[in-house]
């Protein structure tokens, strides 16, 4: 069952929930879900990592813990109401709010005409490119043998900081996309996730 699926059986035994895993209040109530299945995730799991969990635990669900799952919504809801969401309508609204937030920022992002600014944010793209394929093409060396690895402290130490130069540049660049086009959900641990892997790749070479 993939998390579609069973995200659809939680709109039917959980509604309050499952209209807060869709907003951005999504990390508690996936939290009361996961208390249902006892399920503890990692302090670093991704969201798509939590989803993935719950739709497995969700498509081997016990009688017991169906049950389980519309207390557990009652006393989601019980929570929400305490802080202003007294049913799921309110906390809709609240996910609408934030998609409307989100559709302003772009619009008025591309206001913005400035010559400079865009050189600027040409110059910030650009250098971004650069450091992306000398990167990648350092790891490719790495990776075939074109670079011998003598010292593995080195390695680890220059992999350390070739994932902070390209982490640090692709947030300019990030943030020159979202200056222009408007920002987007999820682009900051994008950036993340890329540095991580870079620095993961020439590690797994020592």
Same mark, same amino acid.
């Given at each position: ?10 709109? +039917?035994? @959980?509604?309050? /929930?499952? =209209?807060?895993?869709? #907003?951005?209040?999504? #990390? ?20 798509? =990592? ?7 635990? $969700? *498509?081997?669900?016990?009688? !017991? ?6 207390? @557990?919504?009652?006393? &989601? ?21 934030? =998609?409307?937030?989100?559709? *302003?920022?772009?619009?008025? @992002?591309?206001? &913005? =005409?400035?010559? +400079?600014?865009?050189?600027? #944010? ?17 790891? &490719? ?5 074109? $670079?011998?690895? +003598? ?10 900081? /070739? ?13 020159? $996309?979202? &200056? ?5 959900? #999820?682009?900051?641990? +994008?950036?993340?996730?890329?540095? !991580? ?10």
């Amino acid at each position: 069952m993939d998390w579609s699926s069973a995200l659809g059986v939680v709109e +039917k035994l @959980a509604p309050m /929930i499952a =209209t807060g895993v869709g #907003g951005p209040l999504a #990390g508690g109530a996936m939290a009361a879900l996961e208390s249902v299945f006892n399920l503890t995730p990692a302090a670093d799991v991704t969201a798509d =990592t939590r989803q993935s969990q719950l739709a497995a635990a $969700i *498509s081997g669900a016990t009688p !017991d813990q169906l049950l389980a799952m519309t207390q @557990a919504n009652q006393n &989601y809801q019980l929570q929400m109401a305490t802080v202003g969401f007294k049913d799921k309508e309110a906390l809709a609204a609240l996910a609408q709010q934030q =998609t409307l937030a989100y559709v *302003s920022d772009t619009q008025d @992002a591309r206001k &913005y =005409t400035s010559n +400079k600014v865009f050189w600027l #944010g040409i110059a910030v793209l650009t250098t971004f490119a650069v450091v992306m394929v000398m990167a990648l093409v350092g790891c &490719y060396e790495v990776l075939t043998g074109g $670079i011998t690895i +003598k010292d593995v402290a080195v390695v680890a130490a220059v992999a350390g900081l /070739i994932g902070s130069v390209v982490g640090y540049v692709a947030a300019n660049a990030q943030q020159v $996309i979202g &200056y222009f086009f408007g920002s987007s959900a #999820g682009s900051e641990s +994008k950036t993340t996730a890329m540095a !991580d892997s870079l620095k993961n790749a020439i590690s797994a070479q020592k």
